[in-house]
């Protein structure tokens, strides 16, 4: 492992936060990762060379300022799995 995608953990992050305020249709995990798939395919890759300490200072602070375009991919991603889960 090189790099890492901040925005993987950011949004792992946010949706975990969030996941009791989403009006989802099934919370299973599978669902769970569909919508982290989601989500993360409607937001452009962050990548650092992997350090550490310095990944988790940079997550926190793009975090802050990427929180309400997160949010509302979340909740986008959320409505389209609820629609249509990818299971029966
Ligand atoms: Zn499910």
Redesign the pocket.
Known sequence: MKVTNLMEQIVEEVLDEQWHYLNVS???????N?ILAVTLNALPPRYVAHDRGRVIVQARMMQEQMKADVLREIARAAGI?STK???Q
């Open positions: 099934c919370p299973c995990e599978l669902c769970k569909d799995v889960p990818s299971h």
